[in-house]
């Protein structure tokens, strides 16, 4: 009754969050560039003078690169199916696959791949259902109502970056508006800006909270990627290390390559991808190497054979 009850409000509650989290958004780029910006710029400034030049053109450049990073990564993580059993990931579209496209797509595989009980179709390595969007998603890592979708093979790096861009964005959002916070907590200083008072107030303490919340986990998910797991493998992987340490084995992810081969892979990048490094720092649409479907190994530890019952019910 509670695991039904959590999904039914992660469903309802996802365009809820989605609306509020825009809005925010929203609220901050208006504040910045109406508020924070002329604080620290005063248009009275001398504009000839060569430093205030330099500084405000590098102020801007450097916020409208963070602002980008944090909406175009965003917008991606929302849009990009995470990848389901369906998609015809290997002709480079998602559009939905007859079902004998998916059986020829079986030929290839070395063993055959269990089937989901819920959704009655292959269920390949990685490869959890969702109990929330109904189906199972490739390389599932959690059902996020924030995006309103599931964070898969497709969509990972975006929601991953999007994070890592709203960290950056946060603290240096708050070291920005420690003057007017200031300012507007003067109350024989006249406030000089349209913006009222109460919204530049409720941006800080927001960004505040958010830049904690998001660092902890974003620091998790980096933690999850050059490991070369998601968050639903860490768990297994834990239970079958503590396991392992019982009997006195070694227990090793067969996902994991290290550190710098897990980064190339997840961003498809470098020598094993097929973009070049820097692509990795840009808000771009890039995706994934490979169909979710099938995944490379190092050649050492195990897969764990998880129970084909599993749902994805984390949410995050």
């Known amino acids: 009754m509670a695991l039904r009850l959590i999904e039914v409000t992660s469903v309802y509650m996802g365009p809820v969050l989605l609306t509020l989290a825009s809005i925010f958004l929203s609220l901050a780029i208006f504040c910045y560039f109406s508020v924070f910006i002329p604080f620290h710029y005063p248009s009275e400034e001398d504009e000839s003078d060569t430093n205030w030049t330099f500084g405000y053109i590098t102020q801007m450049i450097w916020s409208l690169y963070v602002i980008l990073g944090v909406l175009a990564n965003y917008y991606f993580a929302i849009t990009t199916p995470p990848g389901s059993m369906l998609d015809k990931a290997s002709i480079g579209d998602h559009d939905n696959a007859s079902f004998q496209d998916v059986l020829l797509e079986m030929e290839s595989f070395t063993e055959l791949p269990s089937i989901c009980k819920r959704c009655n179709l292959p269920k390949p390595e990685r490869t959890h259902h969702c109990s929330v969007c109904k189906r199972c998603v490739l390389k599932y890592d959690h059902h996020c109502p924030w995006i309103h979708n599931c964070v898969g093979h497709f969509n990972h790096r975006y929601f991953v970056m999007f994070m890592t861009y709203l960290f950056i964005a946060c603290p240096y959002y708050v070291s920005m508006g420690v003057g007017p916070f200031m300012l507007l907590a003067d109350e024989e200083t006249p406030w000089p800006y349209r913006l009222d008072k109460s919204l530049v107030a409720f941006s800080m303490v927001a960004a505040t909270v958010i830049g904690i919340a998001v660092g902890g986990m974003g620091g998790w998910h980096w933690y999850l990627t050059l490991t070369a797991q998601t968050t639903l493998e860490q768990y297994n992987n834990n239970f079958m290390k503590s396991v392992c340490d019982k ?27 097929h973009y070049p490094w820097y692509t990795a720092l840009l808000p771009l649409r890039i995706p994934p190497i490979g169909n979710g479907k099938k995944f490379e190994k190092s050649g050492r530890g195990f897969v764990l054979a998880c129970n084909d019952d599993d749902d994805g019910d984390d949410i995050v």
Not at 247 to 268: I, P
Request: charged letters at 20%; zero cysteines.
């Open 247 to 273: 009997k006195g084995d070694t227990f090793h992810n067969m996902y994991d390559f290290g550190a710098v081969r897990n980064l190339q892979d997840f961003f498809n990048i470098g020598p094993r991808g």
